[in-house]
């Protein structure tokens, strides 16, 4: 029989999850680097919480309260779940573009969508933030790095990737050969990015279809050495993937792939559909 003073839950009860530990950082300063990307710097004694890795593609899980809430950083999670499922902060994921372990800041680029109501929940927050305004994240997550011994790199990706690809390209070895390719909208958005002299760097400007089209032209005939980075929205990379995998036949461990997001969907939605069949990418 169980006292007042033994209270373990039964044999089968599920275990409860613990709390991811959620770092709360200030905004330190912004910059408009494109018409349409904005890098944000964050830092502050939260920047310790953080899981800092060093993969090339770290990224970082917003959580954004709605104003209207009353809510502040950091946010209990449990509690709101528990008793206003409604108020739960909602996440955004972002790539880390810098860490700067030194000075405990980190830099985060933002795409912009235009001005105040067009853009969605995050991208308006950062448009809006100023120095001084907190922001409670989760991670950092990760798994891609450019390996030193791959004899020739391919990165694929569109305006939400930039960042990660940018972040791939200042890592590689200075001796470093291979291709990015990157799919933007509109061609003032094109960066100056620092790379090895043996990567190429091709901009597709327009329709995401011209992505899909530039790499069916490519000669991937000899796949050995080849390692693949290509993150874009769920449709084409769908897409992307059947020229890579069954048309080029490149041994699926050597590409990280994934869908960044989906035309149509708000992360949310976007997340949970990775459970179902819409939202696999592998046929």
Not at 29 to 45: C, D, F, Q, V, Y
Not at 131 to 160: F, K
Not at 211 to 221: G, N, P, S
Not at 225 to 244: D, I, N, Y
Request: proline share 7%; charged share 30%; net charge negative.
């Amino acid at each position: 029989m169980q006292t007042a003073t033994d209270q373990s839950p039964p044999a089968d009860a599920p275990a409860k999850r613990p709390a991811k530990r959620q770092a709360v950082l200030e905004v330190l300063g912004k910059t408009r680097i494109s018409p349409r990307l904005l890098r944000l710097t964050l830092g502050g004694e939260g920047y310790s919480a953080l899981n800092r890795n060093h993969h090339a593609d770290a990224y970082v899980k917003f959580l954004l309260a709605d104003p209207a809430s009353g809510l502040h950083p950091p946010y209990d999670m449990d509690a709101l779940r528990e008793h206003s499922p409604e108020l739960l902060p909602a996440r955004r994921t972002y790539t880390v573009r810098h860490w700067d372990d030194e000075n405990q800041r980190l830099d985060v680029d933002v795409v912009l969508h235009g001005d105040g109501e067009e853009n969605g929940i995050a991208a308006r927050w950062a448009d809006e933030a100023q120095p001084g305004d907190l922001i409670a994240m989760n991670g950092a997550g990760g798994g891609y790095t450019p390996l030193p011994e791959t004899t020739h790199h391919l990165l694929i990706g569109d305006h939400a990737a930039l960042p990660a690809i940018a972040a791939a390209l200042e890592s590689m070895q200075a001796d470093a050969s291979g291709l990015a390719i990157i799919q933007l909208e509109d061609e003032e958005d094109r960066l100056e990015l620092e790379r090895p002299a043996g990567v190429e760097l091709r901009w597709v400007i327009g329709p995401r279809e011209a992505l899909v089209e530039t790499v069916r032209t490519l000669d991937l005939e000899d796949p050995e050495g080849l390692q693949v980075f290509c993150h874009v929205e769920r449709a084409t990379t769908k897409q992307l993937r059947r020229v890579l995998v069954k048309d080029a036949g490149i041994p699926r461990p050597q590409i990280s792939i994934s869908a960044y997001w989906a035309l149509g969907r708000i992360e949310d939605q976007f997340q949970a559909e990775k459970r179902e069949p819409i939202g696999k990418i592998d046929d």
